[in-house]
């Protein structure tokens, strides 16, 4: 049985773990805050891209460029968007295990898959296991840009021009709110202008383009590939920040559960040692007379 002594400092290291966890709690709730706001700014500008390359696509055919070229899927990318740090639920565990179901599986049918992996978390996941790692680009998510995200971009675009990838995929965490994420698998390459204007904008009318339409192609659809790539990663890292504070919110609660129920062990002990003496003190007495 425990004595006080040990009751007592377990009670006092519950208490500086509760917080602990309080205030990581208030951190990830900031972060957050900041998350979803630079996913609001970018979110407007993704779409209008998105909105530009329908338009160009309906009228230069889906052949025009080499990053709308549909082909046979030999050689695919898996692009997964884990976190640098842990201490937040399953957020990881739930990319990696769809990232790994994916390759083992067969999923896109694909003859090779080669994973690229964004964050710590994927690294030290998949370099335990038989997997062929392409790439991996830490320290993405502690300070996300678009730069960074262009860098790595442009080296997936530049491969996949060559002929060394068919497709590439993105497997992240979509942020639907603080306390629910959900996994997805996405296709980066080669870009799905789809059937329908997106927003449902355009009339049908002709534009003319300066200088021309493969030209604003050659920009517009490596820029669309870069701005997916950083709002995947700020996506990820919103609901990284929610799934912390999800966590560190249950283990506050969890540990005031314990300290609670410590305490209420503390008491009983306590009591029983002050009866235990009490009768030593009336048996000693008893035994003077």
């Given amino acids: 049985m425990a004595t006080l002594k040990q009751i007592r400092r377990r009670i006092e290291s519950t208490k500086s773990t509760k917080k602990i966890t ?6 990830a709730a900031a972060k957050l805050r900041r998350a979803q706001e630079n996913m609001e700014r970018a979110k407007p500008y993704a779409n209008r891209i998105k909105d530009v390359i329908y338009d160009l696509a309906m009228h230069t055919g889906r052949e025009e460029h080499p990053l709308l070229q549909v082909r046979k899927e030999d050689k695919a990318l898996l692009i997964v968007v884990t976190s640098d740090r842990g201490l937040c639920g399953g957020f990881n565990s739930n990319i990696n295990r769809r990232a790994e179901k994916y390759v083992n599986t067969g999923e896109g049918g694909h003859q090779e898959v080669s994973l690229a992996l964004i964050g710590k ?3 030290d996941y998949f370099r335990r296991r038989d997997v062929d790692i392409r790439k991996e680009y830490m320290d993405v998510l ?25 497709a590439a995929y993105i497997v992240y965490n979509e942020f639907k709110s603080a306390v629910s994420q959900k996994v997805v698998v996405e296709k980066l390459l080669p870009i799905d202008p789809g059937d329908e204007d997106p927003n449902g904008e355009t009339d049908g009318s002709e534009f003319e383009y300066e200088p021309s339409m493969a030209a604003i192609l050659e920009s517009v659809l490596p820029l669309y590939v870069n701005v997916r790539l950083y709002f995947a990663v700020l996506e990820s890292l919103a609901a990284e920040m929610g799934a912390r504070m999800t ?14 129920s410590l305490t209420l ?21 008893e035994a003077l007379k």
Avoid: C, H, W
Wanted: proline content about 1%; cysteine-free.
């Fill in 22 to 27: 309080r205030a990581m709690k208030l951190v």
């Fill in 121 to 123: 978390k994927g690294r």
């Fill in 142 to 166: 502690s300070e996300p840009t678009l730069e960074r995200a262009a860098d790595i971009g442009q080296e997936i675009i530049a491969e996949y021009i060559d002929g060394g990838l068919d």
């Fill in 247 to 260: 966590a560190m919110e249950n283990a506050t609660k969890n540990a005031g559960d314990m300290i609670r």
């Fill in 265 to 285: 062990k503390f008491n009983k002990a306590r009591q029983a040692a002050i009866t235990t003496e009490m009768l030593e003190i009336v048996g000693g007495a």
